[in-house]
C-alpha cells in the first residue's frame, strides 16, 4: 500500500446532521484522519477540543455544521466547525491572548453544568479564533470557529 507523506498536503470536510451522535461521529473520523496524515501525538488533544466545537454547533444552533481537517505548514492540524448561528461565543469574540483563563472563571462557573468547553479550546490550542460569515451566493451564513495544533518539537542542546 502506497504511503502518504507528512508534508503532503491534505484537507477533510465532514458535513455533520443536527443530531447528539455528531460529535462522536467527528471524533471518530478525526481519529482515522490523523492515524492516517499524523501527527498521532496530537489526537487526544484535537478529539477533545473537536469535540467540544462540534458539541457548541449542536447545542446552540439549530441546523446542520460542517467539520473540516487540514494539515498545517508546520505539520499540524487546523479543526474548523461551522454552523448556523452566527452569534460568536467568549472568548473567541475576542482576540486569541485578550483573556485567560483565570480571568474568566467566576465563582458561579464553579457549579454551572456547562460553559468551560471552550476556555478549554482556549487553553490548550496553540491558536484559535471565530468569525461570523455573512449570506452570500451559495447561502452560507453563521460563524466558523477554528483552532490549530503544533506538534512539540524537542529541543536539541549544543553540548
Known amino acids: 500500500m502506497d504511503t502518504v507523506s507528512p508534508q503532503t498536503p491534505w484537507s477533510y470536510v465532514l458535513q455533520l446532521p443536527h443530531d447528539p451522535r455528531a460529535p462522536r461521529v467527528a471524533r471518530t473520523i478525526l481519529r482515522a484522519v490523523l492515524e492516517l496524515h499524523g501527527p498521532t501525538e496530537l489526537r487526544d488533544t484535537a478529539e477533545l477540543l473537536a469535540c467540544e466545537l462540534v458539541t457548541n454547533a449542536y447545542r446552540h444552533s439549530g441546523g446542520q455544521s460542517t467539520l ?25 469574540d475576542r482576540p486569541p491572548g485578550a483573556l485567560t483563563l483565570l480571568s ?28 461570523p460569515l455573512g449570506d452570500d451566493l451559495f447561502g452560507r451564513s453563521g460563524k466558523l470557529l477554528w483552532f490549530e495544533l503544533t506538534p512539540k518539537r524537542e529541543l536539541v542542546s549544543a553540548a
Not at 481537517?69 to 467568549?90: M, Q
Not at 474568566?104 to 468569525?131: F, I, K
Request: net charge negative; aromatic share 8%.
Open 68 to 92: 473540516r481537517l487540514r494539515h498545517t505548514e508546520d505539520g499540524g492540524l487546523r479543526v474548523s466547525v461551522w454552523d448556523t448561528n452566527p452569534l460568536i461565543p467568549a472568548p473567541f
Open 104 to 131: 474568566a472563571l467566576s465563582p458561579a462557573a464553579d457549579t454551572a453544568e456547562g460553559g468551560r468547553g471552550l476556555l478549554l479550546v482556549q487553553e490548550c490550542a496553540d491558536n484559535w479564533g471565530g468569525y
